[in-house]
């Protein structure tokens, strides 16, 4: 099964670029690495989603390298209201040939003024 | 954005009573819905997978007969907790998608605190 850990918290500044990786060593060939946004109380919202080399969207860009063992989710200029928990997400292809969907432990990112 | 309700958002109950949530895809049809719980602080656990018209998936260490899933409809999934106990007080999440390895749609959540 894929494991995919992430750190446990990261502080930061607004206007500052944060970096988030995650690693996933044992990612199926055909599987996507999905990010997603946790406020309190809330269901997890989807941020952005990649299978190699870099994604870009309007809030967030995802650079997964040619070994897709990690990926790195990068927010620029972040602002106080991402403060947040942030999952990465991959599919683990199990024995049953259904895919299971592992969470990881989640980042908790911290913005000060 | 595809956007998933779920009902209620909060429910306290007595030991011993049964409590049903509801998740519900508003525009579009889905094919698959999941169940997740999340304990404070702690990360989400995926419960089972239910697709449409047939029986749910259970993960492993997830009791099928306390836990009642039904998925009757593409847009309508209800997860029913069965003689529910103060350790089952948790946040209860569903999702949606169109498939296993789509990119799945979250409900806001249900909060089940169980006296």
């Known amino acids: 099964l894929a494991k995919t850990t992430q750190p446990i918290s990261m502080d930061s500044y607004e206007g500052q670029e944060v970096n988030i990786t995650c690693s996933h060593n044992?990612?199926?060939?055909?599987?996507?690495i999905t990010w997603y946004q946790q406020f309190p109380s809330q269901g997890p919202r989807f941020i952005i989603q990649?299978?190699?080399t870099k994604v870009t969207n309007e809030v967030a860009s995802l650079f997964i390298p040619a070994d897709r063992k990690s990926s790195t989710l990068s927010l620029p200029r972040v602002s106080l209201s991402d403060t947040a928990v942030y999952y990465c997400?991959?599919?683990?292809?199990?024995?049953?040939?259904?895919?299971?969907?592992?969470f990881g432990s989640g980042t908790r990112l911290q913005v000060q003024p | 954005g595809a956007v998933v309700s779920q009902h209620p958002s909060w429910v306290i109950c007595k030991s011993g009573t049964s409590v049903k949530i509801e998740c519900r895809s508003l525009?579009?049809?889905?094919?698959?819905m999941f169940w997740y719980r999340q304990f404070p602080k702690q990360s989400l656990m995926l419960m089972a997978t239910?697709?449409?018209?047939?029986?749910?998936?259970?993960e492993q260490g997830v009791e099928k007969d306390k836990f009642l899933i039904n998925h009757a409809s593409l847009t309508l999934s209800t997860l029913t907790v069965t003689s529910a106990h103060p350790e089952d007080s948790s946040f209860y999440i569903c999702?949606?998608?169109?498939?296993?390895?789509?990119?799945?749609?979250f409900g806001p959540g249900t909060r089940l605190t169980v006296l």
């Open positions: 990649g299978y190699k």
């Open positions: 044992n990612i199926a060939t055909n599987d996507y």
């Open positions: 525009d579009f049809q889905a094919t698959t």
């Open positions: 997400l991959v599919g683990d292809l199990m024995d049953t040939g259904r895919r299971a969907l592992t």
């Open positions: 999702s949606a998608s169109l498939g296993e390895i789509d990119e799945q749609f």
């Open positions: 239910s697709n449409e018209g047939s029986k749910a998936t259970y």
